[in-house]
């Protein structure tokens, strides 16, 4: 994709002497900058909130939000211009001007999408980077906290474990995910079989509608409010802030890793696995990693299953609780730590104990190429399905794969499958996602490490959930289904909207067509509305 080519200054005093003596820019993109130059007013805030393509800082901006380098490539359609409001004025401005000149926008407030949906589009748009907006107010007295989307999970972490250790909140193990777009795909972690996800502990937003109206819940109405909380990132608006519900931990929780190989019968124990975990006391998270590593015999490799989890509560308490329901796993002390809640954000993070103040930093976690697939299990699978899915990590593309299973259970169960968009509750034993890497160099190769993953995708169908085969929508898999640039049927997207949305995608796309009927934020997974403008002229 091909754009002009300016620098910002010249373009600005072209444009506002065109402004003066009456003439109008013709050319589409530049007419959208004009507009949006004259809102702003001055060069000061514009020089500080747009970036074209000829901008020195252009790429730094643009690459400083992607964690998935598979998105990066030189072949990878690039925004005209990129948007970093520092106010809400600006974030009303970008859309008024996106909306008068026909300029579609995507909306970034972190950039760990793994199908890079929010910064990039096949179409001419711009990105609107919400990384200003990341001021987080904690209240502990009323065990509640105001977060801006552009905030990432491991800064809202650390702003609220500077001010006590005795609340939390149910989201993410990864610090560098943007809340935004987290939360507005439900959002789960290591509390959330206590608390259920992240979006069940929201209780307020602030949004920006399509007519460029400051919402909050009661403005925006119930229906609203529930769609933003699981329906799927800038579908419905621009949701600029979320007031969350904190939720109580103890000041000591205790954290385990048991690693069993093939060798070590990691196949039976997962199986036994199945059967328990779900079945567990809330107060205890429980997941499965399942990865290829090096054998005890040189130069060969094998599959290891990695169980990891946290109880809220003592090392004493955890042990005697998993000998006496899952004495296969044989849990022993060494492999257990006490620690306070937000030393284990780190802990399941990856990260160095030493310090939380790495929860601030975005570049801690290498950043690689990836795809992603998601699965619900709601049976057992038998010993022969899961030596299968084991043997497939012995493949050469599975050097840096990893199958993520967490356990449902607790309070997953409680919550009706209506109560938000995220539909995937009762019934449930857990969540696989199976996500498959590569460095950027051998982004060319990335075919052969793609098929893998469907072809592993491929293997499981007898096993996972059926009629809808369910996925998760915040592993976005455009493998199940895209909306077209124009017009897109209910019927065309309910393929892929079923598997996010079970019966609560009938719900979203009324909601969608009450608030965006002209379907003015979409991409290729937003939902559509019933009737589109397209559509309705016969197109």
Same mark, same amino acid.
């Given at each position: 994709?091909?754009?002009?080519?300016?620098?910002?200054?010249?373009?600005?005093?072209?444009?506002?002497?065109?402004?003066?003596?009456?003439?109008?820019?013709?050319?589409?993109?530049?007419?959208?900058?004009?507009?949006?130059?004259? @809102?702003?007013?001055?060069?000061?805030?514009?020089?500080?909130?747009? $970036? =074209?393509?000829?901008? #020195?800082? !252009?790429?730094?901006?643009?690459?400083?939000?992607?964690?998935?380098?598979?998105?990066?490539?030189?072949?990878? #359609?690039?925004?005209?211009?990129?948007?970093?409001?520092?106010?809400?004025?600006?974030? @009303?401005?970008?859309? !008024?001007?996106? /909306?008068?000149?026909?300029?579609?926008? @995507?909306?970034?407030?972190? &950039?760990?999408?793994?199908?890079?949906?929010?910064? +990039?589009?096949?179409?001419?748009?711009?990105?609107?980077?919400?990384?200003?907006?990341?001021?987080?107010?904690?209240?502990?007295?009323?065990?509640?906290?105001?977060?801006?989307?552009?905030?990432?999970?491991?800064?809202l972490y650390y702003a609220i474990a500077a001010k006590t250790n005795t609340l939390a909140f149910p989201a993410g193990m990864c610090h560098t995910v943007g809340t935004g777009g987290h939360f507005s795909g439900g959002g789960y972690g290591t509390l959330f079989r206590k608390y259920g996800l992240a979006a069940d502990n929201i209780i307020d937003a602030r949004m920006i509608d399509v007519n460029g109206r400051i919402l909050d819940r009661k403005s925006m109405g119930e229906d609203v409010f529930w769609a933003i909380r699981g329906g799927g990132g800038n579908t419905f608006g621009i949701v600029l802030a979320w007031k969350i519900k904190l939720v109580?931990?103890?000041?000591? +929780?205790?954290?385990?890793? =048991?690693?069993?190989?093939?060798?070590?019968?990691?196949?039976?124990?997962?199986?036994?696995?199945?059967?328990?975990?779900?079945?567990?006391?809330?107060?205890?998270?429980?997941?499965?990693?399942?990865? /290829?590593?090096?054998?005890?015999?040189?130069?060969?490799?094998?599959?290891?299953?990695?169980?990891?989890?946290?109880?809220?509560?003592?090392?004493?308490?955890?042990?005697?609780?998993?000998?006496?329901?899952?004495?296969?796993?044989?849990?022993?002390?060494?492999?257990?730590?006490?620690?306070?809640?937000? %030393?284990? =954000?780190?802990?399941?993070?990856?990260?160095?104990?030493?310090?939380?103040?790495?929860?601030?930093?975005?570049?801690?976690?290498?950043?690689?190429?990836?795809?992603?697939?998601?699965?619900?299990?709601?049976?057992?699978?038998?010993?022969?399905?899961?030596?299968?899915?084991?043997?497939?990590?012995?493949?050469?593309?599975?050097?840096?794969?990893?199958?993520?299973?967490?356990?449902? &259970?607790?309070?997953?169960?409680?919550?009706?499958?209506?109560?938000?968009? $995220?539909?995937?509750?009762?019934?449930?034993?857990?969540?696989?996602? $199976?996500? =498959?890497?590569?460095?950027?160099?051998?982004?060319?190769?990335?075919?052969?490490?793609?098929?893998?993953?469907?072809?592993?995708?491929? !293997?499981?169908? #007898?096993? +996972?959930?059926?009629?809808?085969? %369910?996925?998760?929508?915040?592993?976005?898999?455009?493998?199940?289904?895209?909306?077209?640039?124009? !017009?897109?049927? $209910?019927?065309?997207?309910?393929?892929?909207?079923?598997?996010?949305?079970?019966?609560?995608? /009938? @719900?979203?796309?009324? +909601?969608?067509?009450?608030?965006?009927?002209?379907?003015?934020?979409?991409?290729?997974?937003?939902?559509? #509305?019933?009737?589109?403008?397209?559509?309705?002229?016969?197109?």
């Amino acid at each position: 994709m091909k754009f002009p080519q300016f620098s910002m200054l010249p373009f600005l005093m072209v444009a506002v002497m065109l402004s003066l003596s009456g003439t109008t820019l013709s050319h589409p993109y530049w007419d959208f900058l004009h507009c949006l130059s004259l @809102r702003l007013a001055n060069y000061s805030t514009i020089s500080k909130v747009i $970036y =074209v393509q000829n901008n #020195p800082s !252009y790429s730094s901006v643009l690459n400083a939000s992607i964690h998935n380098t598979r998105f990066s490539t030189p072949a990878t #359609p690039k925004p005209f211009a990129i948007i970093t409001p520092l106010k809400t004025s600006h974030v @009303r401005s970008t859309l !008024y001007c996106s /909306k008068k000149h026909g300029f579609q926008l @995507r909306i970034r407030s972190g &950039g760990h999408d793994v199908e890079g949906l929010s910064y +990039v589009s096949e179409v001419p748009f711009a990105i609107l980077d919400l990384l200003n907006f990341r001021a987080i107010k904690v209240d502990t007295k009323n065990e509640v906290a105001w977060v801006q989307s552009g905030a990432t999970l491991g800064e809202l972490y650390y702003a609220i474990a500077a001010k006590t250790n005795t609340l939390a909140f149910p989201a993410g193990m990864c610090h560098t995910v943007g809340t935004g777009g987290h939360f507005s795909g439900g959002g789960y972690g290591t509390l959330f079989r206590k608390y259920g996800l992240a979006a069940d502990n929201i209780i307020d937003a602030r949004m920006i509608d399509v007519n460029g109206r400051i919402l909050d819940r009661k403005s925006m109405g119930e229906d609203v409010f529930w769609a933003i909380r699981g329906g799927g990132g800038n579908t419905f608006g621009i949701v600029l802030a979320w007031k969350i519900k904190l939720v109580p931990v103890p000041a000591v +929780v205790t954290v385990f890793t =048991v690693n069993k190989n093939l060798e070590q019968n990691a196949t039976k124990i997962f199986h036994r696995w199945q059967y328990i975990a779900h079945k567990l006391p809330d107060d205890l998270f429980m997941n499965v990693w399942i990865t /290829k590593v090096n054998s005890s015999q040189v130069g060969m490799k094998t599959v290891q299953a990695t169980f990891r989890g946290m109880l809220l509560g003592g090392v004493d308490e955890l042990i005697t609780l998993i000998q006496d329901k899952f004495p296969e796993l044989g849990l022993a002390e060494e492999n257990c730590n006490e620690m306070s809640w937000i %030393e284990s =954000v780190l802990y399941f993070g990856g990260l160095p104990l030493q310090s939380v103040d790495i929860l601030l930093d975005k570049n801690a976690l290498p950043i690689v190429s990836l795809k992603a697939k998601s699965d619900y299990v709601k049976e057992p699978i038998p010993e022969s399905g899961i030596e299968g899915l084991m043997s497939m990590f012995l493949e050469e593309e599975a050097d840096n794969a990893v199958a993520m299973i967490p356990a449902f &259970g607790g309070k997953m169960d409680d919550i009706p499958e209506n109560e938000l968009p $995220y539909p995937h509750r009762a019934g449930n034993l857990y969540e696989a996602t $199976y996500i =498959v890497q590569w460095t950027k160099e051998e982004n060319a190769e990335s075919g052969k490490y793609i098929s893998w993953s469907r072809r592993l995708y491929s !293997y499981m169908t #007898p096993y +996972v959930s059926k009629s809808p085969r %369910e996925a998760y929508v915040n592993y976005r898999d455009l493998d199940l289904g895209m909306n077209n640039n124009d !017009y897109t049927s $209910y019927e065309q997207a309910s393929i892929w909207g079923s598997k996010y949305f079970k019966n609560n995608f /009938k @719900r979203l796309v009324q +909601v969608k067509t009450k608030v965006d009927p002209m379907n003015f934020f979409r991409n290729e997974q937003s939902i559509p #509305p019933l009737l589109s403008p397209w559509k309705k002229k016969g197109n």
